[in-house]
T-cell receptor, first 110, second 116 residues
């Protein structure tokens, strides 16, 4: 079992729709969770961090964390073509290492 | 822009050669982590440096080594290059590892290494 797993994708949504990206992790002691966005040929860009159970909203982005079920999700409302990118889920494990999932490619169609 | 810089941007090396990649951390950040990202994969943790000492290492052989300098900049050295070392090498800076919860990491633009 991989430490951090994401939907394999690619995920395609129409412009204006809600995109839902999911991530599960195996280390039950993990406390810090992040979503990065990576455009093709570029480096990852931090878009959300979440540490407590529940929802955290930032503009069109909402991160959701459920530690009991060991999953993290990212919702993107009113998706735009400029949101088309690979989204990486990252989790600090108890060893203090930041572990990334393989990423989910999102395509927003005009 | 995160304020993290890396050099060079691109590099082509031959199998068996050695390479040094450089990273300058964001102002105020004293922890640098290095990652290898193969095409279509998420970044893989190589190691982290804090106060000039290695502070955690991923599943990489000893031919991957590093340094951190007093100004918190860092180098990644790879000896005896193999074809599979071709990847995007990323460094990320953050504030002290002793912070709880661990702080956010901010990535530089990366160095694209091609081994032929």
């Amino acid at each position: 079992q991989k430490e951090v797993e994401q939907n394999s994708g690619p995920l395609s949504v129409p412009e204006g729709a809600i995109a839902s990206l999911n991530c599960t992790y195996s280390d039950r002691g993990s406390q810090s969770f992040f979503w990065y966005r990576q455009y093709s040929g570029k480096s990852p860009e931090l878009i959300m961090s979440i540490y407590s159970n529940g929802d955290k909203e930032d503009g069109r982005f909402t991160a959701q964390l459920n530690k009991a079920s060991q999953y993290v999700s990212l919702l993107i409302r009113d998706s735009q073509p400029s949101d088309s990118a690979t989204y990486l889920c990252a989790v600090y494990n108890q060893g203090g290492k930041l572990i990334f999932g393989q990423g989910t490619e999102l395509s927003v169609k005009p | 822009e995160t304020g993290v810089t890396q050099s060079p941007t691109h590099l082509i090396k031959t199998r068996g050669q050695q390479v040094t990649l450089r990273c300058s951390s964001q102002s105020g950040h004293n922890t640098v982590s290095w990652y290898q990202q193969a095409l279509g994969q998420g970044p893989q943790f190589i190691f982290q440096y804090y106060r000039e000492e290695e502070n955690g290492r991923g599943n990489f052989p000893p031919r991957f080594s590093g340094l951190q300098f007093p100004n918190y900049s860092s180098e990644l050295n790879v000896n005896a290059l193999e074809l599979d070392d071709s990847a995007l090498y990323l460094c990320a800076s953050s504030t002290p590892t002793s912070s709880e919860p661990p702080d956010e990491q901010y990535f530089g633009p990366g160095t694209r290494l091609t081994v032929t």
